[in-house]
């Protein structure tokens, strides 16, 4: 039987050693959607900065559920699917700090805004070991999340009575 100590512990790892996510989106009027965009994380939270007049914005704004993806785009690397709850946060340098934190050139070209993504589900697939079908990791609840950084999170979005 593998534990969810084992299972979060390759999740985390997964989002220390990478740097980007496939982020899929509907609601707007491109929907679906799928976005590539860096990120950063506190613990199980994921934080990207989205395009302010972007196609993932305008759909987040309609819906907040979506789903991503992180992988190398190689089947023999373990890799994340999730179900995900996304909340805009008021504009700051949190978010861009922990970016530039995790990855020192990074940069952006147009105005963003950050966004919180908080995890319902993960989905954790490995060859190596053995995990297919995927294990699943359920966080404890959604109210165990705190924005990590110093400032106070908006929810801007209802989440289904959560």
Known sequence: MISETEIKSMILNILSE????????????YSPWILGAYFASDNLTIYPLLEKSGKTLANVKQNPEGALMIS???????????????TLLPD???????????????QTYTPCAPVR?????????????????????????????????????????????L
């Open 92 to 106: 700051s340098d949190g978010v861009r700090q922990m970016l530039v934190a995790k990855m020192p050139l990074y």
């Open 72 to 86: 190398q785009n190689d089947a023999m690397k373990d890799f994340l699917q999730v179900q995900l709850d996304a």
């Open 18 to 29: 990478n740097n980007a996510i496939s982020l899929a989106t509907t609601g707007g009027e």
């Open 117 to 161: 993504l908080d995890v319902s589900k993960w989905f954790a697939s490995s060859l190596v070991r053995q995990w297919f079908p995927e294990k699943v990791f359920r966080p404890q609840s959604i109210s165990n999340y705190s924005c990590g950084l110093n400032w106070q999170c908006w929810t801007v979005f209802s989440f289904n009575g």
